[in-house]
């Protein structure tokens, strides 16, 4: 989405015939001098990335919202479980900048417990979509005899209606989960495992098509013919030349995680209601929504901007990934 | 064209199966019990006859093959004798809400209009809006135009609908007055004032959803139209002085159309599964809400058929996007 941009200095090709030119007029035997230190591969998607202003920004603020939420709490040491039911329904003001709700508690502090847990909870299930998603990729595009049952799997996979599942799942493993681990571990656990288990599809599809197109190449071919064994192709051979499309999913997955745990408290089947997350708050507020319309505001606010610099920075990254685009 | 469509109709039966299977397991494996409900000073004995008569006493394989005989084989009796006035499927037990004792379907085909207003428009007026964008932010790319829908459409995928929702209501209902929140399904249109009322209520959820379905249109039709627009074709029918109008039009539009229509059909199950959460905020009583009243009372049969509508909508538009990909695109040949 970026506009492709004509650089002189870094075009390769614009490079090798500025060195050339100048071999010409160079004494012979002063062989040409490099004007520019080597370049790593990531020097350049780090350039690529650099003129992506959105998903700069995206990375920014996403950065530092994490921060804020995870380092917050260090300066915000309001206990945001703490009941002050004298200071309740109080509108933004200096000594509660978020305001409190009904019962005195500081919506700021609650703020940033949410977030903690919305922003754990994506990057969790993420993880855990990715690690299903790349291993059934690699496994079906890399053994051709498992493409065709794994395919199929996905292909059912996708069929499922997701939605009605994941609520189905909240509502029936809730209790014995609560039970195992106590009612903020099970329910954590519970939302991982359910939004991973139905999200590393599109992540399979994507890293199976790559993995078949990379076995053809002839570095494979090589590596094979001095005797590589297949765990060893894999780890060194194929996982770090499909890395490119695990990492925009990745931060994709993210956006899609923290959305669906949101929709998951927002119709009452996430977290508990005396733990707060993004999502959670969101619902409580609707409650209150004639009164203090700016309960609702703060966690949803919270909510799109999370996702939108995530889903800003997954569209930069694709770019900077993709060498096609990255050269020109 | 006929056989691959026949082939992938008997292969969709197979998938349909296997995704009922996995429905019914789930809920089978899941310790929820339907007699939660029940008052405690109600007897152990009197409870253990309740649940026969639920049919819970049969193993799990019997429950699942009345289950399927009920969906597949009687449901669809009823539906005939009920347009041709037949008497097939009388007598015969039908898949009954624990709720509220009556066929499950039957509140089904209540609910499903409700729906259907709400998200069929959505959806319409979404792709009369996307396409327009679409193809004028792919005609003049990175225009000012072009970085507006892409911020927009960045933000529509971002904002999810618990918050727009919300948003709208704080806006235009409670600020503003214009609109009532909650949606009225009573409502009757007979004469003029009524349709505007329906019309009122109507735009704050289909705004919200349309917001959503726009902004994946249209970039899709932007995507698609700009690997048209630099296609030879397009040049030749410009060098053969063919005005832009035509050239865009006609010869673009149609060829990028292909993709796109593609994705409209793939999207309409989606939007079914994403209106649970839009009915919720707007108190449409669709099927929606009726999926989250059943989780919310246990009642499995309830929960258990509209999960598989909703699947067998994912796998019947998957299938007509597939077939209508072969109709307009002569290139592909499926046999």
Redesign the interface.
């Known amino acids: 989405?970026t506009?492709p941009r004509h650089d002189p200095a870094s075009d390769p090709v614009d490079t090798v015939a500025a060195i050339i030119a100048h071999d010409h007029t160079a004494p012979l035997g002063s062989g040409p001098h490099p004007d520019r230190p080597p370049r790593s591969q990531w020097l350049d998607v780090w350039d690529q990335f650099k003129t992506h202003k959105?998903a700069l920004w995206g990375g920014i603020i996403f950065v530092l919202i994490v921060a804020g939420v995870f380092l917050g709490p260090l300066v915000w040491s309001i206990d945001p479980t703490h009941i002050d039911i004298r200071a309740r329904n109080q509108g933004p003001n200096l000594s509660h900048p978020f305001g409190t709700d009904q019962l005195g508690r500081d919506i700021m502090a609650r703020m940033m417990a949410g977030g903690q847990t919305s922003v754990s909870v994506g990057i969790t299930a993420m993880l855990l979509a990715l690690f299903l998603g790349s291993f059934v990729g690699v496994t079906a595009g890399f053994f051709r005899r498992l493409d065709g049952p794994l395919m199929r799997l996905t292909?059912?996979f996708?069929?499922?209606?997701?939605?009605?599942?994941l609520?189905?799942?909240m509502?029936?493993?809730r209790?014995?989960l609560n039970a195992a681990f106590g009612p903020e571990q099970g329910i954590f656990i519970l939302i991982v495992c359910a939004i991973g288990i139905t999200s590393w599809m599109p992540t399979a599809r994507i890293v199976r098509g790559d993995v078949l197109a990379l076995k053809e190449r002839e570095f494979v071919l090589a590596a094979r013919s001095i005797g590589t064994t297949n765990t060893k192709m894999i780890t060194r051979h194929i996982l770090p030349n499909v890395l490119s499309p695990i990492m925009v999913s990745a931060t994709l997955g993210i956006?899609t995680a923290i959305?669906t745990e949101?929709?998951l408290s927002?119709?009452?089947?996430g977290f508990p209601p005396d733990f707060p997350t993004w999502?959670r708050l969101?619902?409580d507020?609707?409650d209150y929504?004639?009164q203090y319309?700016e309960r609702?505001?703060w966690p949803?606010v919270a909510?799109?901007l999370t996702?939108?610099s995530v889903?800003?920075l997954g569209?930069g990254l694709r770019d900077a990934l993709d060498p096609r685009i990255r050269g020109r | 064209m006929l056989t691959f469509t026949i082939r992938r109709l008997v292969l969709a039966v197979p998938?349909l199966l296997?995704?009922a299977l996995?429905?019914f397991l789930?809920?089978e494996?899941?310790?929820?019990d339907p007699m939660a409900q029940v008052p405690l000073t109600v007897p152990p004995e009197v409870k253990e006859k309740m649940r026969l008569a639920l049919g819970l006493g049969e193993p799990a394989y019997i429950r699942f093959w009345k289950w399927i005989v009920q969906f597949y084989w009687i449901e669809p009796q009823v539906l005939f004798d009920h347009i041709f006035g037949t008497h097939f499927a009388e007598g015969k037990l039908r898949v009954i809400s624990w709720q509220t004792r009556s066929p499950v379907m039957d509140i089904v085909v209540q609910r499903i209009p409700q729906t259907l207003w709400v998200v069929g428009t959505a959806y319409v007026v979404a792709i009369l809006i996307a396409l327009p964008i679409g193809i004028y932010s792919a005609y003049r790319q990175?225009s000012w135009f072009d970085q507006l829908g892409?911020f927009v459409s960045?933000?529509g995928?971002?904002?999810?609908p618990?918050?727009s929702g919300?948003?709208v209501?704080?806006i235009f209902s409670?600020n503003l007055g214009w609109f009532p929140s909650i949606y009225d399904t009573t409502l009757k249109v007979v004469d003029w004032d009524s349709f505007m009322l329906q019309l009122q209520q109507m735009i704050m959820p289909v705004m919200v959803l349309a917001l959503q379905i726009t902004a994946q249109i249209s970039r899709f039709m932007r995507a698609s139209m700009l690997d048209n627009l630099n296609q030879d074709y397009v040049r030749t029918a410009r060098a053969k002085g063919l005005g832009e109008y035509t050239v865009v039009m006609l010869h673009v539009l149609r060829n990028s159309m292909i993709p796109v229509v593609t994705v409209i059909a793939l999207g309409v199950?989606a939007i079914f599964?994403?209106a649970?959460?839009t009915e919720?905020v707007f108190k449409v009583n669709g099927i929606g809400q009726l999926?989250?009243g059943a989780?919310?009372a246990?009642d499995l049969p309830m929960?258990q058929t509209?999960?598989f509508i909703?699947?067998i909508?994912?796998?019947l538009f998957?299938l007509i996007a597939d077939v209508l990909y072969g109709i307009l695109d002569p290139r592909i040949r499926y046999d």
């Open positions: 989405m506009e959105g292909d059912l996708l069929a499922l209606p997701l939605l009605p599942l609520l189905v799942m509502l029936l493993f209790e014995p956006a959305i949101s929709a927002f119709l009452g089947l999502g969101l619902f507020g609707t929504l004639q319309p609702v505001i949803g909510i799109s996702v939108l889903n800003y569209d | 998938t296997f995704i996995v429905i789930l809920l494996l899941a310790p929820g990175y892409t960045m933000v995928f971002s904002v999810p618990f918050f919300v948003l209501i704080v409670v199950p599964g994403g649970i959460i919720q999926l989250i989780i919310q246990n929960v509209l999960a909703f699947a909508l994912i796998v998957n």
